[in-house]
Nanobody, 120 residues
Framework: QVQLVESGGGLVQAGGSLRLSCAAA????????YAWYCQTPGQQRELVAH???????TYADSVKGRFTISRDNAKNTVYLQMNSLKPEDTAVYYC??????????????WGQGPRVTVSS
């Protein structure tokens, strides 16, 4: 009942930057938290960054100081600014947004996962 649409993936050289965005649409009552995960072939999905509705953010150690998560609550949108990219950042990046829909049920939806490729 809540769909997420991601944009911003692509190919970039090491040291470059990309910005991912993820917008939620549907019968949303409120959003509690937003997050970005990454996944490489044969590996489990890993948390990259998380931010609450109130703006409290946490990061995986591997991206601290390079990536910044932010959100626009009015637009139900989360962003991931990725700077100083490294080849090891190459992965599929999924957003996750959780909250409640109109009617009270909780939701936790995933984006389609744009691929980020960082060349050396």
């Amino acid at each position: 009942q809540v769909q997420l649409v991601e944009s911003g993936g692509g190919l970039v050289q090491a040291g470059g930057s990309l910005r991912l965005s993820c917008a939620a649409a549907g019968r949303i009552l409120n959003i509690n938290e937003y997050a970005w995960y990454c996944q490489t072939p044969g590996q489990q999905r890993e948390l990259v960054a998380h931010i609450t509705y109130g703006g409290s953010a946490t990061y995986a150690d591997s991206v601290k100081g390079r990536f910044t998560i932010s959100r626009d609550n009015a637009k139900n949108t989360v962003y991931l600014q990725m700077n100083s990219l490294k080849p090891e950042d190459t992965a599929v990046y999924y957003c996750n947004i959780a909250g409640r829909i109109i009617g009270g049920d909780s939701f936790s939806s995933w984006g389609q996962g744009p691929r980020v490729t960082v060349s050396s």
